[in-house]
Every structure is written in C-alpha cells, then in structure tokens.
C-alpha cells in the first residue's frame, strides 16, 4: 500500500476531496476523484460538492484517514461505507457477499418493466444467485402485487438479502416500502430447488445475474475483486456460462407460457448465450445492451 499522509484537521472538504483524490490515484484507485468524494461525505456526513468550504470534522479525521488506507489497499468502496446504491435503494453491503454492480440495475430495470406489464393476477418472480437481494428488493419496491422469491446457496447471503429485504419494506432503504401489496421471500438453497414444486410452470419472470466468469479469468481479476468477491458469485465453471445455461433450461420448465427469463451475462458471450437460449426451447430472445453499448443480458420468453 503507498503511504498517505493525514489530511489536516479543519480542511475544507473540497481540500480534503482533493488530497485523497491524490492518495488514492497514486495507489492505482480506478475512480479516485469519485471514490474521494463519497468517502469524504459518507464518514464526515456533509455532501463536499454542495457544501465545499465546510471545514471536515476533526472527530471524523481517524475514521476518515482509516477508510482512505482501506480504499487505497483496493478494499471495495462499498465494503468500507457499508452500503451501495441501487436505483432507487440503498443496500447494505458485508463482506462474504458480492457486492452489486450498477450494470446490473440494466438487468433490474429490464425485470422491473416485464413485471409491471403482467397486470392481473399478480406476477410471480425468482430471482435465484441473489446476493445481497438487490435485484429481489428493487422488484418488490417497484412493482404493486409482485410475489419475489428470491434464493441463494450461501447462508451469508440469504442472512444479507433477508436484512435488506427488511430494510426496503420498513421504508429505511430509499423508498417508502414495498409497492402495494409486493411481497419478498429470501429463501435457502441452489436456484430453484428451495422453490414450491407448485409454481413450476407459472413464473412470470425468471431474472438473476448469476457467476458468469470462466475459471481462467481469475488473474485477469483487479484486486477489489480477487481480494474480496466470493468466487462462487463470480465463476461459472471452466466454461463461465454453465450457470446460465443451467437456468436457461430451468425457464423453459418453470415459466408460464409467455413468461420472461433475463439474465445477466458476460458481454463476450451474447451470440453464445441466444444460442443456448433457443437450444432450451425459448423464444423471442434478444441481448440486451448496457450503456457503455456491451452486451449485458439475455431476455427470452417461453412459447406461448
């Protein structure tokens, strides 16, 4: 780790965002100038844009000077805050438990609009690999009616998801609750196994970003992802894509004619991935794009 210096007690905050923009540059940060800001405003409590001649705190000084090594040492920015914003929530963020990304609000966003669009009776959704719960909580904060089931294979994360979960209908995440009459369940176990055998054939959306990466990828990996992502959010298998695959075959059998899967993937597989999708049996399959134009997700739909 480079060395840093303590900002100065008293500093103005824009001082203050400069000389970490600085410390965290020199350590290879990729967004120092971003990360600078939210770190001086998520310890210090006071925004450095909106307010910057605002001297910092001294009693946030220790904890501040602690979060820049903690950044500069490539630990995630969402790790040492403690939360990472997703559309409209505010999550919690442990470490253990993959940390969401932004690109997948696209996969959310695309979840979000096929849901609204069931009506009545009210659309059922799984969201299995769920992580933290983000796609689940944006779901059910977002869509009146929906019934978001949500799993995953590692306690640490069904703990997390849950904790969030919780947090977004008490209103304390971002919007006032749950949309009217959503509900979310965060259950244990491999996609769709912990799932009630009843629901088989009446999802109306299937939607995850599950591991996606193939093994040899790992030391291509920066170190904020190495260091502190579980692998087993990240990699697929030797291939990347079984996980995918695998679910692809799952939608074909677990959505109701006309139902939707979408599922974020690796940007170098599209092509790969629309195969897979009609080999299942799917139709209407379409990649869609992320902002920066990558290939960001499959969305499929079982034959009516």
Do not use: K
């Amino acid at each position: 780790m480079v060395a840093t210096s303590p900002v100065r007690p008293d500093a103005p905050l824009h001082e203050a965002v400069a000389r970490i923009t600085g410390m965290l540059r020199d350590a290879g940060v990729p967004s120092p100038a971003a990360d600078a800001r939210w770190l001086v405003q998520g310890i210090a409590g006071v925004d450095p844009h909106r307010h910057p001649d605002t001297p910092l705190p001294r009693a946030a000084l220790p904890a501040l000077n602690d979060a820049v090594a903690r950044r500069a040492a490539r630990e995630p920015l969402q790790l040492i805050l403690g939360t990472a914003p997703f559309r409209a929530l505010e999550l919690v963020c442990r470490p253990g438990v993959f940390v969401p990304r932004p690109e997948t609000e696209i996969v959310a966003g695309l979840a979000v609009d096929v849901a609204q669009r069931v009506g009545s009776p009210a659309p059922i959704v799984a969201e299995p690999c769920t992580g933290t719960g983000a796609i689940a909580c944006a779901i059910a904060a977002e869509v009146p009616g929906a019934r978001v089931i949500a799993t995953d294979r590692d306690p640490a994360a069904v703990h997390l998801a849950r904790h969030n979960a919780d947090r977004v209908r008490r209103g304390v995440a971002g919007p006032p609750g749950f949309a009217r009459a959503a509900t979310l369940t965060v259950q244990t176990g491999d996609l769709l196994d912990p799932l009630d055998p009843e629901l088989r054939g009446h999802l109306d959306v299937l939607v995850a970003n599950p591991p996606y990466l193939p093994a040899d990828d790992r030391d291509s990996w920066a170190p904020e992802v190495a260091a502190h992502d579980p692998d087993t959010a990240l990699v697929g298998g030797a291939d990347g894509h079984e996980v995918v695959n695998a679910l692809l075959t799952l939608a074909a059998r677990w959505l109701a004619p006309g139902g939707t899967v979408i599922l974020e993937i690796d940007e170098r597989r599209g092509a790969d991935v629309a195969g897979a999708a009609r080999h299942a049996g799917l139709s209407s399959i379409e990649v869609a794009r992320d902002l920066t134009g990558a290939d960001r997700a499959i969305v499929a739909r079982r034959p009516v």
